[in-house]
């Protein structure tokens, strides 16, 4: 296991468990770098005012201002993901419980919520307030855990160059 979860339940963790989550987060970070310039992209020409912040930040200013009140509020939520590891049976999975937690906010919320898992080559998009999705727990041993699936046909798949175009469409309709 080299996620965050095994830096704070294990007393100690090998060299190799150490470097996997460390080559993970430099994973994300180059996601999250490649997302906000297909954002870049995706809006310009428009006279519209983005700004990108961490989804735990996007749900405190929700709060905090009472509702959206002219503005508008996207979520996003980036996965950077093996193929092997994120299809099983023509379903894509991603984290169950943080999944219930972020279509809980969008539905009370209003708001568009989208996930987006980037399997390298292509995206796999979808709105998360309508979009079907079963709960299962799947996987053996430490892969064992709780899992939302979205069938293929349900989602967006985007080829990584036109990410921001798609995201252009989706966004400001344009």
């Known amino acids: 296991m080299a ?11 090998n060299i190799e468990d150490a470097f996997t989550y460390f080559k993970r987060l430099m994973r994300d970070a180059e996601n999250r770098v490649a997302f906000s310039r297909a954002l870049q992209k995706a809006r310009k020409g428009l006279d ?27 979520g996003f939520e980036l996965k950077n993901m093996n193929p092997h590891s994120a299809l099983v ?16 906010f969008a539905m009370k919320a209003g708001i568009d919520f989208y996930y987006l898992v980037n399997l390298g080559r292509e995206f796999l998009v979808w ?3 309508n979009t079907p999705v079963s709960f299962d727990w799947y996987g053996h ?3 064992r855990d709780y899992y ?3 069938h293929l046909d349900d989602v967006i798949r985007v080829p990584a160059q036109e990410l921001p175009e798609t995201l ?7």
Do not use: C, P
């Open 3 to 13: 996620s965050r979860t095994a830096f704070v339940y294990q007393d100690s963790l």
């Open 141 to 143: 041993g430490h892969a």
């Open 89 to 104: 049976n023509g379903k894509v999975k991603v984290n169950g419980k943080q999944y219930e937690g972020h279509r809980m």
């Open 168 to 174: 252009r469409m989706l966004l400001w309709g344009r």
């Open 48 to 74: 519209v005012h983005m700004y990108v912040t961490d989804v735990d930040s996007l749900v405190i200013q929700y709060i905090n201002r009472g509702g959206v009140k002219g503005f508008r509020f996207t």
């Open 148 to 150: 939302a699936f979205v």
């Open 127 to 129: 709105n998360v307030a």
